[in-house]
């Protein structure tokens, strides 16, 4: 016992007589995440800049890629770590041991999930804002955008530390709202989704590219007029920073480009759905241990994933799809070929529902019902980072955690939604595929908690986490073309961590377990 950290040692197993049914707690759990308009609200977009988004190479691709990044995720990123929560009862700092050891657990893989969740607060803090913003003409990165997402992530902290037990008792009812938009927008476009033209969209999109390159020289020789920024004052500074906005948006449109892989567009598709899919869930799959260690058995945990994973991500996906697809025929009928080129559903709200009122409604109402899972990143990244490091103040911690959510929803960084899920996909992929693989290795049990730092976990994880990132990496911050294609980076940095476990673990890199007795999985 004495080689054992008090992180380990003090955890105490949910007992088997205190354990209770799926449907209120991973399938619920899981639920709430998935239908989360920040999710679904991107699913036609890919999360990224692409001309025709996921709907590039027609709706029946883009409904099978969902489909299949919804069960990969059930399958490789959630059922081994549900599994374990199950057989075991512990937090996942705690089943984690085993991958990467009592020492290497400090920081693998809860501090990891406390700390990510802050990225998930900027993207909330972001998003909602976006939409509260919006029905007064505030478009992203406005002064009040800003504001409302600065307030936002502020009043989530204090929320999520001090008053969560206000937030949860009305958070279970809040999923209904995203529910009753969504079956809204359906009735609104399913009788017109089958004239939706692939072709059309990526004509309207090529249109757009080529008028945006054409509009450049233009915007940037008035930016040139105005002379040095810091000079300006008053109207001048406000127009300054219109024009540049401007500038911004032209220059992001001209550079879209359809997703492609190996040069094939339903291939491209395919990667760029899995990759947007897997990245939002592969934090939420690991969690499954901690949110699975209350569920009875093995058929709670297949019907809590199912139920919970599968049922809504294909259900909201498929619902947004239809929505971007039947607005092809409402944009065209109304005259307003621009809309076209708005993959992204909260833009086609009004197109779609008729009204800028009911609209800006919809809008309010799916921002307050994401206010809980802001509260509730706070208050997992808190008790993330006390279960590693519990000298540590939680306001402390997550003071400045919250500060680094503010500024990438200043910076505009928490927006860009791909490039987010690209982060935690790389980050978490890996961490899922080492546990699969040491999950299987150990006789499909928990092998309990190794002494140290574990090689095989880290060196897996390390070269997992090179592969998942590359891509953003070298494209998105080093602006260079990649000499070579990752196929969904998310998808490639698990099988990475997992081959690599395996092969590490037989060539011996695997320190010693140590004995828990609390244990309850004999």
Not at 114 to 141: C, H, K
Not at 174 to 194: E, N
Not at 489 to 500: I, R, W
């Amino acid at each position: 016992m004495a080689q054992l950290p008090d992180y380990v040692s003090s955890s105490k197993p949910v007992p088997k007589e205190s354990r209770t049914g799926w449907l209120t707690t991973a399938a619920a759990t899981y639920a709430g995440v998935m239908l989360w308009f920040v999710f679904w609200q991107d699913v036609p977009t890919g999360g990224g800049n692409f001309a025709g988004g996921t709907l590039a190479a027609g709706l029946p691709v883009a409904g099978g890629a969902l489909i299949l990044a919804a069960l990969l995720c059930y399958f490789l990123y959630f059922l081994v770590p549900g599994l374990l929560g199950m057989k075991t009862g512990l937090p996942l700092a705690v089943v984690g041991t085993s991958t990467y050891g009592t020492v290497g657990g400090y920081l693998m893989p809860g501090f990891l999930m406390g700390v990510l969740q802050f990225g998930w607060l900027s993207v909330n803090a972001y998003f909602s804002a976006l939409l509260l913003a919006a029905p007064f003409g505030q478009n992203a990165g406005s002064p009040l955008h800003i504001g409302i997402g600065i307030v936002w992530a502020l009043i989530a902290m204090f929320m999520g530390l001090k008053g969560i037990q206000y937030v949860g008792k009305v958070a279970s009812y809040l999923p209904v709202i995203p529910i009753v938009i969504l079956v809204l927008l359906l009735v609104k476009t399913v009788g017109i989704y089958t004239t939706f033209d692939a072709n059309k969209m990526m004509e309207a999109a090529e249109t757009k590219i080529k008028t945006s390159e054409k509009a450049l020289p233009d915007i940037l020789a008035k930016l040139d007029a105005f002379g040095y920024p810091g000079k300006l004052t008053g109207e001048k500074k406000q127009e300054f920073k219109t024009l540049e906005e401007q500038y911004q948006k032209t220059l992001q449109a001209s550079q879209s480009k359809p997703a492609t892989l190996y040069g094939n567009a339903s291939l491209g598709v395919l990667s760029l759905m899995c990759t947007y899919v897997i990245g939002f869930f592969a934090t939420a799959g690991a969690a499954g241990v901690g949110i699975c260690s209350v569920v009875k058995n093995k058929t709670s945990v297949h019907l809590g994933g199912l139920v919970g994973i599968v049922l809504p991500t294909v259900a909201s996906g498929i619902i947004a799809l239809i929505v971007v697809a039947g607005a092809q025929k409402l944009a065209l009928e109304a005259g307003k070929p621009e809309l076209l080129s708005v993959y992204q559903v909260p833009g086609l709200f009004e197109l779609i529902l008729g009204s800028k009122q009911v609209a800006a409604v919809c809008m309010f109402l799916l921002a307050i019902a994401a206010f809980p899972s802001a509260c509730f990143c706070t208050l997992i990244a808190a008790d993330c980072i006390k279960t590693s490091f519990p000298k540590i103040n939680p306001w402390a911690s997550c003071g400045v955690g919250v500060a680094a959510a503010i500024a990438l929803v200043v910076t505009g960084w928490a927006g860009q939604a791909g490039a987010v899920f690209s982060v935690i996909g790389a980050s978490f992929g890996p961490i899922c595929g080492a546990m699969a693989a040491d999950y299987i290795l150990s006789g499909f049990k928990w092998a309990g908690p190794r002494a140290g730092v574990n090689p095989a976990g880290w060196l897996s994880w390390f070269f997992g986490f090179i592969v998942g990132g590359a891509t953003l990496v070298v494209t998105g911050f080093l602006g260079k073309p990649m000499p070579f294609e990752i196929p969904c980076p998310p998808l490639s940095a698990f099988l990475t961590g997992f081959v690599l476990y395996i092969v590490f673990a037989k060539t011996g890199l695997q320190t010693k377990t140590l004995d828990l007795p609390q244990r309850i999985d004999r």
